[in-house]
């Protein structure tokens, strides 16, 4: 049965019809999305919103300001997007195909290739348009804004939240989205609908366990066993949002990384199954593998602009860089 058949024409008065997740799940797929998930669009559960307004009372985000803006709307989706009824979270994989040879200089296994925000909204948006075109549904008009709308980081979204809502795994105790037998390194994105769909998905349980691997690995105390995250100590805020000097714990914790840390990651066991990304854009330059610490500490202006062309390490600019660089001493 096609799909368009059970549709209308418009968004208004839809009530009779819906989306079928399995359309948009395939679509999803078939783009090379690794995971797609769908929820109901809902204020935040009570018991998260309230957890994350304590974080932020206790002044947790540390120099991250945007965290604390628009926090109604940060909590509840429908202020974010009025009309919204289906929210759907995707996850696209990124675990590292060729990684820094071991005893050099080390960059988040995210940040290796190009910048993934614009992949990600690159294919989120060719996601939208193939679900406009299925169900006719009408987009960017002039003056109008799109009826579906694609974030990426780009406004005040509980993507973790929203992914273990959708079914695709859970927050762990490193505070990022595990996928079973699928691992944590994954860019989330999500897809806001303004219309129900025939099926939902169920909320992924906690499979954490009794594991503590990625809390013994953390070595800064960041991540604690029932207590908050603690951002201001974590490697991945102290060497890339932080803009003033390195903590003390942070320099004498940050090992060979200059930009991010993979560490509560790296230990944790869902992420021996993670199979390296095939994506174009996100395989490391030549240049960047081929990088020792002498070239790091003789880095110019010039070569970083190359280097990072396109790059999200561009967030940190040449300064932050060199900060982070000429803690290690060579
Ligand atoms: S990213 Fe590094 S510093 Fe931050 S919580 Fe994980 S292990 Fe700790
Ligand atoms: S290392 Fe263990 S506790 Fe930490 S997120 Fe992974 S499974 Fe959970």
Redesign the pocket.
Known sequence: MSSIDTFNTNTHGMDSSVVQSSVIKSLAHSMGFFACGIAKAAPVDEVIALKYRQWLKKGEEASMAYMANYLEKRLNPCLLVPGVRSIISLALNYAPAQQIPEGEYQIAAYALGQDYHDLMKRKMRELATKIAEQYQIPQNKEDEKPTIRCFCDTAPVLERYWAQKAGLGWVGR?HQLIIPHAGSMFFLGEIFLPFDTDNYDEPMPNRCGRCHR?ID????R??IPDEDFHAE????YQLIENRGELSDEAKAAMGDTIYG????QTACPWNRYATPNTEPTLQPKPELLSMSKEKWHNLTVEEYQRLFKGSAVKRVKFEGLKRNITVKKF
């Open positions: 490193n990625c690995a953390c070595p800064t960041a991540i100590r974590c490697l991945s840390c993979d560490r509560c």
